[in-house]
């Protein structure tokens, strides 16, 4: 089956600091993957995305690669902001057969910046 | 243009009870996908409907249902309410029939507690 494993949280940074929140997955055939955040009493909204191995996808100083040979997409910022905490959700999604497709995500990480 | 719209957003039943949800979702999207998210399971995929029609369905208990009105916009209701069922309900909308690089908007669900 598919799944998505993220690494547990919460995650406790200072401002400024590097941040890598990992994510591998298994799926089976050709998956796309996606980063999701959750803002305090928030819905989700999509961070970054990317549909082929090797991809980089990028967005607000965030960045992820598509790595197909280590089932990953690692989320990474140079230097965090007290405003970047959020709940962060890795998510793939396959073609389950016809016009279906299933998105699938991990439990989240929860991410505190401080001052 | 307006973002997926869910209502109400917070409930309180009563163990036993019913409870309806409404999701409108962004105009011109057909696709309206439901997810619980709990502390301890994260995201889990409830139903998806497209053109009025179950286009999917995860593992939960026939105590939840849905529906999609031609209007695009989709109910999901609980009957017979547990204390387990305590979860914020996300509602997520994509336009047209999908695809694997097609991004889910969400709304910013429906807090319910079952006392």
């Known amino acids: 089956g598919n799944s998505v494993t993220q690494m547990e949280g919460p995650v406790t940074l200072s401002e400024e600091a590097f941040l890598t929140i990992n994510c591998t997955y298994t799926?089976?055939?050709?998956?796309?993957l996606f980063w999701y955040v959750q803002y305090p009493g928030e819905g989700l909204q999509l961070l970054l995305k990317?549909?082929?191995?090797?991809d980089k996808g990028s967005n607000k100083g965030f960045e992820a690669t598509y790595r197909k040979e280590t089932t990953s997409f690692h989320l990474e910022k140079g230097s965090v902001q007290v405003s970047d905490s959020a709940v962060y959700f890795c998510?793939?999604?396959?073609?389950?057969?016809?016009?279906?497709?299933?998105?699938?995500f991990g439990k989240g990480t929860l991410l505190t910046v401080n001052p | 243009k307006a973002g997926v719209t869910q209502t109400p957003r917070y409930l309180i039943k009563t163990r036993g009870q019913q409870v309806t949800l409404s999701c409108s979702p962004i105009s011109g999207h057909r696709s309206v996908s439901w997810y619980q998210q709990t502390p301890g399971q994260g995201l889990q995929f409830l139903f998806e409907y497209f053109s009025e029609t179950q286009r999917n369905k995860g593992n939960f208990p026939g105590r939840f249902s849905g529906r999609q009105f031609s209007n695009s916009r989709s109910e999901m209701n609980v009957s017979t309410l547990e204390l387990g069922d305590s979860a914020l309900y996300l509602c997520a909308s994509s336009p047209g029939t999908g695809g694997l690089n097609t991004e889910a908007f969400f709304g910013q669900g429906t807090r319910l507690t079952v006392v």
């Open positions: 990317a549909t082929k191995a090797d």
């Open positions: 998510a793939l999604k396959v073609h389950s057969g016809g016009s279906n497709y299933k998105l699938t």
């Open positions: 799926a089976t055939g050709y998956p796309s």
